[in-house]
């Protein structure tokens, strides 16, 4: 079936480095992408977002960057600090049908900083 | 800042038995959902709710789920008979408006164990 998917499980970087986070999709018809960072404990945190008619979105020290060529989404992370760590998700909605509320989530990828 | 609150956060229950999860979500908001999270997993979609009905729900939500809303502010989901499987983080969420663009509150989480 179609999915959303993380390339890397983990990801370890040093405190002050950028992070990459990626994500594969499948589903051609998708419109619309979050990224979303769960901390220990916690529900899922909207960080970015971006629309399927972009390829670029900005926000603090977040970057979101979207190729549907190669249908992939990732998520950078500038000067990564300690209260980055945490397992980020990216999902997706599909703006067809009835399918307009809910979302698909990737399986997280656990991003931990050594300061 | 309005959140969504969930209880319990821990609910221990036997095989068989019957759970009910509360939702309080954010007071303006008008769509609700329902999603679960199996330990190490992504998290997937269960139910959503909007005007006292389902709107959509997953192959997830099979007749042993219900979901509520009782009063002007609880959004509940209910589990008739708990099995082992169904053990996991449940989430609620709830968004101001539906369609594609519009962004989900995520709830803390209520962890369900099933002995």
């Known amino acids: 079936g179609e999915s959303v998917g993380l390339h890397l499980p983990t990801l370890s970087v040093q405190e002050g480095d950028n992070s990459i986070i990626n994500c594969a999709y499948s589903?051609?018809?998708?419109?619309?992408f979050i990224w979303y960072k769960q901390e220990s404990g916690k529900g899922p945190q909207f960080i970015i977002d971006i629309r399927s008619n972009m390829d670029k979105r900005q926000g603090q020290r977040v970057t979101v960057l979207l190729n549907k060529t190669v249908k992939h989404l990732s998520l950078q992370i500038a000067a990564t600090q300690p209260g980055d760590s945490a397992v980020y998700f990216c999902?997706?909605?599909?703006?067809?049908?009835?399918?307009?509320?809910?979302?698909?989530f990737g399986k997280g990828t656990k991003l931990s900083v050594k300061p | 800042e309005p959140e969504v609150t969930q209880t319990p956060s821990h609910q221990v229950t036997q095989m068989g038995q019957e759970v009910i999860l509360r939702c309080v979500p954010i007071?303006?908001?008008?769509?609700f959902y329902w999603y679960r999270q199996i330990l190490g997993q992504k998290v997937e979609f269960l139910v959503s709710f909007y005007n006292n009905e389902i709107s959509e729900k997953s192959e997830i939500f099979d007749d042993q789920f219900s979901v509520e809303r009782p009063d002007g502010s609880n959004f509940t989901l209910k589990i008739r008979s708990t099995k082992l499987e169904d053990s996991a983080m449940y989430f609620c969420?709830?968004?101001?408006?539906?369609?594609?663009?519009?962004?989900?509150?995520f709830g803390p989480g209520t962890r369900l164990t099933v002995l």
């Open positions: 007071s303006n908001h008008l769509y």
């Open positions: 999902a997706e909605k599909v703006g067809y049908g009835g399918s307009q509320g809910n979302l698909i």
């Open positions: 969420a709830s968004s101001a408006g539906t369609g594609v663009y519009n962004e989900q509150f």
């Open positions: 589903n051609s018809a998708s419109d619309y």
